[in-house]
Every structure is written in C-alpha cells, then in structure tokens.
C-alpha cells in the first residue's frame, strides 16, 4: 500500500479565494477565522501543520469591514520600538483607519489567528488587501467565495425540493386504458 496516498501535486496546488468583505454578514472576528484556516490549508485533506498548504485569499472591500460594539473608539494597537523611553505607541483603530485603511485592519486580526512560528510572514503574504472592489488578480480567480466553516442555524442547504401532489398509484393516463 502507498503511504504518498492523496498527497499529489493536485492536492498541494494553491487556489485563489475572494472574500468581499463589505458584502459579508460576518464580522470581523469571524471572518478572520475563516481567511486565517484558509491560509493555513486547514480545509485540505493533506494539512500539517509543519507544510505551507495553504491558499491565496483576495479580500475586497476592505473600506466597508464590520464592526462589533465601540471596537472603532476603544481597541488600542500597541507597538514597542525597543527604545527606552519613547518607545511605546499605541493608537485606538479609527485612527488605524484613517491612517491605513481597512486592510490593515483585516491584516493585523489575520496576523493574529496565524501560528506564531516562521510560516507566519509567508502565510500572511498570500492575503491580499483592497479598499475598493476592483484587484489586479481577476485571472487567477478560481474559487469565487471562502465560505465559512460554520453550518450555521439551518444547515446545509441543497438547493430547491419539488412539491409533488400525485396520490400513490397508477397515474390517471394508465387508468383510462
């Protein structure tokens, strides 16, 4: 028996996801899970955590990201230049927001829910960040939404069931012969 079973050149090969942040019900926390799994490859079958199997992701409409509770006024973003004295700085996420945009706001929660070890950095640069809807790589696209790994309340769904009101037996065509 094989132990190279399902690990192909197939498996490995690395799809391109859009997420259009803007459009998306989730918010911020959650859809950082979700591109977070997805950068890591967790959604494949061939997953290790010591293999870099993961996807691109394009996230689009970063300028329309939704938020949580007074998370715009009161989250600080701390960063330490290693400088005595002055340097510590911190900033609240609006100003993040005027300064960076979006995206960067998307990046640094995706940074977060990434394994701190030296995949990280290589992980995070497959995450592509745009404000607005338009990104430069419309031909790679092959997956077009990174669903969530969450059912949710209902289930999966199937798509549309066909009511039939016949009764059981011979249909009526039969009967008058």
């Not at 979700?34 to 293999?51: D, E, F, R």
């Not at 992701?57 to 701390?78: E, F, H, P, S, W």
């Not at 005595?84 to 609240?92: A, D, E, L, R």
């Not at 945009?101 to 829910?113: F, H, N, Q």
Request: glycine share 10%; net charge positive; proline share 7%.
């Amino acid at each position: 028996m094989s132990q190279v079973l399902g690990r192909t050149n197939l498996a490995f090969s690395r799809a391109w996801h859009v997420v259009n942040v803007g459009a998306d019900p989730r918010s911020l926390g959650r859809l950082a899970t979700s591109i977070a799994v997805t950068l890591m490859g967790k959604h494949k079958p061939v997953y290790h955590p010591s293999n870099d199997c993961g996807d691109y992701v394009v996230a689009i409409g970063c300028n329309d990201i939704r938020l949580t509770g007074n998370k715009r006024d009161q989250k600080m973003y701390y960063k330490h230049t290693t400088r005595p004295g002055k340097g510590f700085k911190q900033m609240n996420m609006e100003r993040v927001f005027e300064k960076f945009g979006g995206g960067e706001i998307l990046r640094r929660a995706v940074s977060g829910m990434l394994p701190k070890n030296r995949l990280r950095d290589v992980r995070l640069a497959r995450l592509k960040v745009f404000e607005g809807l338009r990104h430069p790589y419309k031909k790679n696209i092959v997956v077009m939404e990174a669903k969530s790994n969450r059912r949710g309340p209902k289930g999966p769904t199937y798509g549309p069931v066909e009511k039939t009101n016949k009764a059981p037996g011979p249909t009526p065509s039969v009967a008058a012969e």
